[in-house]
């Protein structure tokens, strides 16, 4: 399927079926998510997979009662990580085992480490929440080009989601991503008829 097939095929869906995504189609969707950019390629992303029903209903009552986390097949819970430490240490050792040099690598982290430093923590929350916001992105288009259905969802109660899934402080909890099937599929995608402000 050409990519703004896929694009203009995907909507939000607000109640799924019981049919679940199989494991091969979840990794699928994760390995999207593997390879999607990100500012200095910092990834500062990671993903919790919430499969268990009874741990689904425990989240529904902090999602606003919103039927998508109870009738979904998964959802995809997207962490930012906040410990700059532990991002660049990772990011470090994913540029050695792809064998760059290592003095390169060293000047390069001790680079980003002093411009990030520079940031408040807000800022740096904003900052690397952009970056999993792409993430969702990949992760939206992979589920559609599988005829996966699929709802990014904001309302959550943080402090909730982070009790039931035992969520440490450092990470954030950015956004949710409901996914499975869905009887009806709505064609009719209502857009803006243009994004284009001007081009110099």
């Given at each position: ?13 607000k109640e799924f079926n019981s049919e679940k995504v199989d494991d091969n ?74 064998g760059d040099n290592p003095n390169r690598v060293d000047q390069y982290i ?88 001007r081009r110099v």
């Amino acid at each position: 399927m050409d990519v703004l097939d896929i694009i203009r095929h995907r909507y939000a869906a607000k109640e799924f079926n019981s049919e679940k995504v199989d494991d091969n189609q979840i990794n699928y969707i994760l390995e999207s998510i593997r390879l999607a950019p990100s500012s200095y390629n910092l990834q500062p992303w990671s993903i919790i997979v919430v499969s268990d029903q009874k741990i689904k209903e425990q989240l529904y009552e902090y999602s606003y009662r919103q039927r998508q986390i109870i009738t979904a097949s998964d959802i995809f819970v997207f962490l930012t990580d906040l410990n700059i430490d532990r991002i660049l240490n990772e990011l470090k050792a994913a540029r050695l085992d792809y064998g760059d040099n290592p003095n390169r690598v060293d000047q390069y982290i001790s680079k980003l480490r002093a411009e990030l430093s520079t940031k408040s923590r807000e800022q740096l929350r904003s900052y690397l929440e952009h970056q999993t916001y792409i993430a969702l992105g990949f992760a939206m288009l992979a589920a559609e080009s599988l005829g996966i259905a699929s709802c990014p969802m904001g309302g959550f109660e943080e402090r909730g989601y982070r009790a039931v899934l035992g969520i440490e402080e450092d990470y954030a909890i950015t956004v949710l991503l409901a996914i499975g099937y869905v009887t009806d599929r709505r064609d009719k995608k209502i857009r803006k008829q243009r994004v284009l402000l001007r081009r110099v």
